[in-house]
């Protein structure tokens, strides 16, 4: 599928699922040095973006590293090994509004098919809640099938704010049969006939 960059827009914190760790599972914060783990994780789990460097780290968090531990998390296995990272993160100006981000989220390879998707996406989510955030957006890529349908089991809606997003989201829908994801084409191009069939001044 073509590569192409997608947001997603949750408008409230309300009734976010619950999905509990598997037992031995747990959440630990971001200690000084995991750049160094964090930049493993996305190199083992990344299919996409060949790049991942301790550049990348510092251009999505290096302007607040002390809000880090706060905002940072890993995955740790039963048998202590970081397995994943999930960012409970921030936009202050997007739409002119402060938003809470759900930032980054992988599992490596070994730990993949094992269900821990959902509960670390709810553990960011609750995090964000407990920040003060209200709403919450993220931004993704449209061959990520497996995560953008974990996205909208959590409420998150698609970003279809010009030809280029209806286009990007036409190419998810035909590979990923969503009940969320196909209602909200639908009300887009209702919109646009809406628009398109509004009398003119002339």
């Keep these: 599928m073509e590569y192409i960059q997608i947001s997603m827009l949750r408008p409230d914190m309300e009734r976010v699922p619950r999905h509990p760790l598997p ?20 190199r083992e789990a990344e299919p996409f973006i ?11 968090f290096g302007h607040d590293l002390p809000a880090m531990p706060k905002r940072c998390y890993f995955l740790v296995a039963p048998d202590g090994r970081d397995a994943g990272t999930a960012s409970a993160w921030y936009d ?19 730990f993949q098919g094992m269900g821990l998707a959902k509960p670390m996406v709810a553990f960011a989510m609750d995090r964000l809640r407990s920040l003060g955030h209200r709403r919450a957006l993220l931004r993704t890529q ?7 349908k974990v996205y909208l089991d959590f409420g998150f809606l698609p970003e279809i704010g010009s030809q280029e997003a209806l286009r990007a989201w036409s190419l998810v829908r035909d590979a990923l049969p969503h009940p969320v994801l196909a209602e909200a084409l639908k009300a887009q191009t209702r919109r646009q006939r809406s628009v398109a069939d509004e009398p003119t001044d002339e």
């Design 92 to 110: 202050r100006r997007y739409a002119g509004k402060r938003w809470g981000v759900l930032h980054w989220v992988a599992v490596v390879p070994d």
């Design 142 to 148: 449209t061959p990520r099938l497996g995560a953008i």
């Design 23 to 42: 037992e031995g599972f747990t959440m630990r914060t971001y200690r000084q040095g995991d750049k160094a783990t964090w930049v493993r994780i996305w």
């Design 50 to 60: 060949k790049d991942i460097s301790p550049a990348t780290f510092d251009r999505e």
